[in-house]
């Protein structure tokens, strides 16, 4: 394709191609030329062209048309006239055009069909895209190049994957931000990369530290632990925020139960992004404790220990009875 000592070669990425063969050997009167005889096809078949009087043995070829196949035969004539042909050369195909780029990049966390996500809580991240296609030579491999820094940025590395149009990064880093780019290749040694760069995807191994300060508190979110309450109208459950040292502290859940020392069912309230829940709808006579279960955003989580009892208490006491005033004891 690119030189005139260059391997045979099935494709060409631009309108210059290289003939060459071995030197014919005539013992009795010696070689006197060559003629070249090229065909536009894959197969020594359709019109020709001839090119006499050739002493080398290579030849330059320009001016060829993109997506076309070409292929030679080489004659060879001795100073007698004697000529003999040689067999079809194999062919090459001209690919000037680059493929289309990559398209419809998406980093998904848990199988490569997923969709596009921000965080992953294991180390092994989906990259997802839709071939480039190419009309010519046709689409060899693709190159994902996948970058440990948001927006494709920071250091990278290269990987080729050749059919499938996802490749499964296992080597994740908790902590590190990924994104990527996909570049086509095709068999004529063109090259396009996707237009734009991926989403971003943050691993995330670790679960938040376990939720503390937990507080059953009787009148508003910011009251002490009470053990009793004298209404019905509400309770508040009330925590403290821990810490994540990966993606940080996306919600709450609260598991409540209607029984001290967290037993029995208990009724979940999820989604909470505040460090308090009030509950509306409790009974007279009855003790409540709870639980708190904190996420991050990666969906690791870790879930608290049982918080103390409240019990609510709207009955008065009996009245004090058997009155008496004594006189002297």
């Known amino acids: 394709a690119d030189s005139v000592i260059g391997a045979a070669a099935s494709y060409d990425?631009?309108?210059?191609?290289?003939?060459?063969?071995?030197?014919?050997?005539?013992?009795?009167?010696?070689?006197?030329?060559?003629?070249?005889?090229?065909?536009?096809?894959?197969?020594c078949t359709s019109t020709a062209t001839e090119i006499t009087g050739q002493t080398g043995t290579s030849y330059t070829l320009g001016s060829l048309v993109n997506g076309t196949s070409y292929t030679f035969k080489v004659t060879?004539?001795?100073?007698?006239?004697?000529?003999?042909?040689?067999?079809?050369s194999n062919a090459i195909l001209i690919d000037t055009t680059?493929?289309?780029?990559?398209?419809?990049?998406?980093?998904?966390?848990?199988?490569?069909s997923g969709a596009n996500a921000d965080y992953d809580d294991d180390t092994t991240v989906y990259i997802q895209?839709?071939?480039?296609?190419?009309?010519?030579?046709?689409?060899?491999n693709h190159t994902v190049t996948i970058y440990e820094g948001?927006?494709?940025?920071?250091?990278?590395?290269?990987?080729d994957v050749s059919g499938a149009e996802f490749y499964?990064?296992?080597?994740?880093?908790?902590?590190?931000?990924?994104?990527?780019?996909?570049?086509?290749?095709?068999?004529?040694?063109t090259s396009t990369t996707s237009a734009a760069c991926s989403s971003d995807i943050t691993v995330d191994t670790s679960a938040p530290a376990v939720t503390t300060g937990l507080i059953t508190a009787a009148d508003t979110s910011?009251?002490?632990?009470?053990?009793?309450?004298?209404?019905?109208?509400?309770?508040?459950?009330?925590?403290?925020?821990?810490?994540?040292?990966?993606t940080g502290i996306e919600s709450y859940t609260v598991h409540h139960y209607s029984q001290g020392g967290c037993t029995g069912t208990a009724t979940d309230v999820t989604s909470l992004t505040n460090t308090y829940y009030e509950l509306t709808t409790?009974?007279?006579?009855?003790?409540?404790?709870?639980?708190?279960?904190?996420l991050d955003y990666a969906g690791n989580s870790s879930t608290s220990i049982c918080s103390g009892n409240i019990t609510i208490d709207e009955t008065n006491p009996t009245s004090p009875t058997l009155l008496k005033i004594a006189a002297d004891d």
């Open 13 to 43: 990425d631009d309108t210059e191609v290289y003939f060459k063969w071995s030197s014919a050997v005539d013992n009795e009167s010696s070689i006197r030329d060559y003629t070249i005889t090229h065909y536009p096809t894959a197969d």
């Open 76 to 88: 060879a004539f001795d100073q007698a006239g004697n000529s003999t042909e040689s067999d079809c």
């Open 98 to 112: 680059a493929p289309s780029a990559p398209s419809s990049l998406v980093t998904s966390s848990d199988s490569s």
């Open 129 to 140: 895209w839709t071939n480039g296609a190419d009309a010519e030579s046709g689409i060899e």
């Open 150 to 159: 948001a927006g494709c940025t920071g250091s990278s590395s290269d990987v």
């Open 168 to 189: 499964a990064l296992t080597t994740a880093t908790h902590g590190t931000t990924y994104s990527f780019e996909v570049t086509a290749n095709n068999y004529a040694g």
């Open 222 to 246: 910011g009251g002490g632990d009470t053990r009793y309450d004298q209404d019905t109208d509400e309770i508040f459950f009330v925590w403290d925020a821990p810490a994540d040292s990966g």
């Open 282 to 294: 409790v009974a007279d006579a009855t003790t409540y404790s709870f639980l708190v279960t904190a």
